[in-house]
């Protein structure tokens, strides 16, 4: 029964999931907002996921999970970056190369030290 119902129509992918997730942690923190149904706004990404599920327009659903999983990936290269600066922060220092503009990374504590861009080949002196 549900399998026919299903036949030709879209259901689940990424998009979905986070689509699902998305509406559980916005009822999570509206119950913390003191503004008169505001809850109702979690239901949007929820409903929204639904809809998706049962469309028959697989083209249009498959290309929002494309856009979605690109910016995801996005989001999770900047997360890692970021995690690996605050890691890197108590080794490492970065520098802005003054002439190009290009971010350089030189280990803390060496004293004064000549830094030589990579990109342009600018010299120009740090204290670490
Ligand atoms: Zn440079």
Same mark, same amino acid.
Request: proline share 5%.
């Given at each position: 029964m549900f399998r026919n119902f299903m036949a030709g129509r879209y259901g689940g992918d990424h998009f979905g999931m986070f689509l699902v997730i998305l509406?559980?942690?916005l009822c999570v923190v509206f119950l913390f907002v003191p503004v008169p149904f505001i809850s109702w706004v979690s239901w949007i990404p929820l409903v929204f996921s639904?809809?998706?599920?049962?469309?028959?327009? /697989?083209?249009?659903? !498959?290309?929002e999970n494309y856009a979605f999983l690109r910016k995801w990936g996005a989001?999770?290269?900047w997360w890692w970056n970021l995690k690996n600066r605050?890691?890197?922060?108590?080794?490492h220092r970065y520098y802005k190369c003054p002439e190009c503009g290009k971010k350089l990374?030189?280990?803390k504590g060496?004293?004064?030290?000549? /830094?030589?861009?990579? !990109?342009c080949g600018n010299k120009f002196i740090k204290k670490t």
């Open positions: 509406s559980i942690i639904i809809y998706r599920m049962f469309s028959r327009q /697989i083209e249009k659903r !498959q290309a989001v999770r290269t605050v890691k890197d922060g108590r080794t990374r030189v280990p060496k004293g004064k030290i000549s /830094i030589t861009c990579p !990109q």
